[in-house]
């Protein structure tokens, strides 16, 4: 057994040499390792570099949408940064009002074109993207905004299209803000279309809606579909409904919950003062998948399922609590999801997080020459991601994330999405499958286990000698048909090897219960395009292990394969099965055989043997049939005969066949 195994091995690293050198132009690296085999040298997922922004007093607040930065300082100056032309001149926008004025929050559509400033006084400015000129919006005076749900779908240069706002004191509003016309001196347009209130969480105490965001669900009706989901400092809440599809504003009133009836929310103990809220959009206008809320005891993290059915009120789904890192007593400011991380920001670095398993897997420290962090943020346009303190402005750049995807999946035992996120990386892959073969053979699943260990490098005689081991020879079958499989058709040595070892265990198998399914599978090996150039290599062998099993029925069947039509004859002779053989000699048509093997039918079959020969009528040579004819008539098998069927030929050869021979003539 030894020996084959050696002589496999050696066929195979052969075989692999003459690969390597056949394919060396168009040869590719494992991404984790140089040409030379070392490990290469990977740059981090995520890295962050500082921009070229001085602000002339500490920053406050920074918003970013389609590549444009709105930066607010505490002198109550707005600066704007196109970003895809940094080195353009910014023009500051100062709000004349108080020098103690200040700024409660700021915040700017995803378009990059819609801006909203909240002031401590609770006066709410307007600005829009290309104009110098911010505008009060009077019918938002009296609010302080904590967060915005914006418009994805309609939002554009024109306008918003609705939006909802939620205040400090748990009163969400909607709205709809249009673009100004400043070329109207005289008349002044309102912004804001109207402003109505559609939900009241503050009823009892007042109380943050410090996260807020709406999406439009699919719908197999004419009405609009919407989820609402929003946050307080401990809770999280959710909505779904319909709106007809022309309705008078406020749009959202009918999917709150009416007044007197409590919404339903999930609460989770030892708030720290302040959440936050994030989806995760793989695309800009595709619906969220994955949402995580930062909230006192940890990041709530799961799946975000869009195709709930009417009825349902709520979006989320699996979601787990993962707890905050254990590097320090700090609380995290601000949070950002991306599609498999995590990043919380603190007053002096960014931890990340993998989302699959809550593991802290990046720690990236600020100097603390740039101060204290505010927050990190993405632009759900463009992709880009931004972190600042009150000094400097950070850009973070992201470099294939789900690189180390594979490896957590593994981990994980999910070796479905492993091989899903090896991205065709050959040696990835083979990691995850040879991990997956050791977790089925552990657990006794013995034919899943060979399976995979067949899609592997793993050495053969080692992997073989594991299922005899454990005296499994289905799963050592299945293990060799799968390597014979993935074999190509100059292999031989290797096909010719593999063939003989399935040929005996697959005969060995017959002797069970399942005899006709292991029959069949032997069955369709040999008739494997693969197999059938190296059967003439191996038909020595293989009759002789069908021959050791006396398995006749598939002797017959090998030789029928391999067109060995002398021993399927011979084998029908020597168990007087005389009509079959002549019937193979009429299909197989080789008239050397029928010459052959005509004295013996002659004898034992002779009436259906020279219909045989008058249907084959002009191939066949009666000159080369009279030994048979002669032997018939010497034998006195003639004599057993109502009519002399050598005679019978004979007639037909002069008669229909204008056969003139003498030796016709005076034999007849």
């Not at 994980?412 to 990386?425: P, Q, T, V, W, Y």
């Not at 073969?437 to 995979?452: L, P």
Request: proline share 5%.
């Amino acid at each position: 057994m030894a020996g084959l195994f050696d002589q496999y091995e050696a066929a195979s690293v052969a075989d692999n040499r003459n690969r390597q050198t056949r394919n060396i132009e168009t040869s590719t690296y494992d991404a984790e390792t140089t040409s030379s085999g070392k490990p290469r040298v990977m740059n981090p997922i995520f890295s962050k570099r500082r921009i070229n922004f001085r602000p002339q007093a500490p920053i406050s607040h920074l918003v970013v949408g389609n590549g444009n930065l709105l930066i607010a300082l505490t002198n109550n100056t707005l600066i704007r940064i196109d970003t895809e032309k940094p080195d353009s001149e910014q023009q500051p926008i100062e709000l004349t009002r108080p020098y103690d004025e200040k700024i409660h929050s700021i915040f700017l559509d995803p378009t990059g074109h819609h801006s909203l400033i909240s002031l401590v006084s609770q006066d709410v400015l307007y600005l829009y993207k290309n104009s110098q000129k911010y505008r009060h919006l009077p019918k938002l005076k009296g609010l302080v905004i904590d967060s915005v749900g914006w418009n994805r779908v309609s939002s554009g240069p024109q306008g918003t299209g609705e939006i909802l706002i939620g205040t400090n004191k748990g009163v969400i509003w909607e709205t709809e803000l249009l673009a100004p016309d400043d070329h109207k001196i005289f008349i002044a347009s309102a912004v804001e279309q109207y402003a109505k209130q559609v939900f009241n969480l503050g009823r009892d105490s007042s109380v943050s809606i410090t996260s807020l965001a709406f999406e439009r669900l699919p719908s197999t009706t004419s009405d609009r579909r919407y989820f609402i989901i929003l946050t307080t400092p401990d809770r999280l809440y959710q909505f779904i409904g319909s709106v007809p599809q022309s309705v008078d504003p406020p749009v959202f009133l009918n999917i709150f919950m009416y007044e007197g009836k409590p919404a339903s929310f999930l609460e989770l103990p030892g708030s720290f003062g302040y959440s936050e809220l994030k989806l995760f959009h793989p695309v800009f206008k595709e619906l969220p998948r994955k949402f995580a809320w930062l909230a006192g005891p940890g990041v709530y993290y799961g799946l975000m399922d869009t195709d709930v059915e009417p009825g349902c009120q709520t979006v989320t789904k699996d979601a787990e609590l993962f707890s905050y890192p254990v590097t320090t007593n700090t609380n995290p400011l601000s949070i950002l999801l991306t599609e498999f991380h995590i990043l919380l920001l603190y007053e002096d670095c960014v931890r990340i997080m993998c989302v699959l398993n809550g593991q802290l897997v990046l720690e990236d420290n600020y100097q603390s020459r740039y101060g204290s962090m505010k927050r990190i943020i993405r632009d759900s346009m463009k992709g880009t991601i931004w972190s600042y303190s009150d000094q400097h402005v950070f850009k973070y750049s992201v470099e294939d994330e789900t690189r180390d995807v594979w490896k957590i999946y593994l981990e994980m035992e999910d070796f479905s999405s492993a091989l899903k996120h090896c991205d065709g990386n050959v040696s990835q892959m083979n990691q995850v499958r040879l991990k997956e073969a050791e977790y089925f053979f552990n657990r006794n699943e013995f034919s899943n286990s060979a399976e995979c260990f067949a899609k592997t490098d793993a050495l053969f005689g080692e992997t073989a000698l594991k299922f005899l081991s454990v005296g499994n020879d289905a799963a050592l079958r299945v293990f060799l048909v799968r390597k014979l499989e993935g074999l190509r058709l100059g292999d031989r040595a290797q096909v010719a090897m593999l063939l003989c070892w399935l040929v005996e265990l697959h005969l060995d198998g017959m002797a069970g219960s399942d005899r006709l399914t292991v029959q069949s599978e032997l069955r369709r090996i040999l008739s494997l395009p693969l197999v059938k150039p190296v059967l003439s290599d191996c038909q020595s062998t293989i009759y002789n292990l069908i021959s050791c099993h006396g398995n006749t029925e598939d002797y017959v069947y090998f030789a029928s394969l391999i067109k060995d039509a002398d021993r399927v004859v011979a084998h029908h002779l020597s168990r007087s099965e005389f009509p079959a053989a002549i019937s193979y000699l009429m299909k197989y048509g080789d008239v050397n055989l029928i010459y052959k093997f005509s004295p013996t039918l002659m004898e034992h079959a002779s009436s259906a043997c020279v219909d045989a020969f008058i249907q084959l009528r002009g191939r066949l040579n009666p000159r080369e049939l009279m030994p048979a004819l002669v032997q018939y008539e010497t034998s006195g098998a003639s004599s057993r005969n109502q009519q002399n069927q050598a005679i019978r030929y004979l007639e037909f050869a002069v008669s229909s066949l204008s056969h003139t021979d003498p030796a016709y003539t005076t034999t007849y």
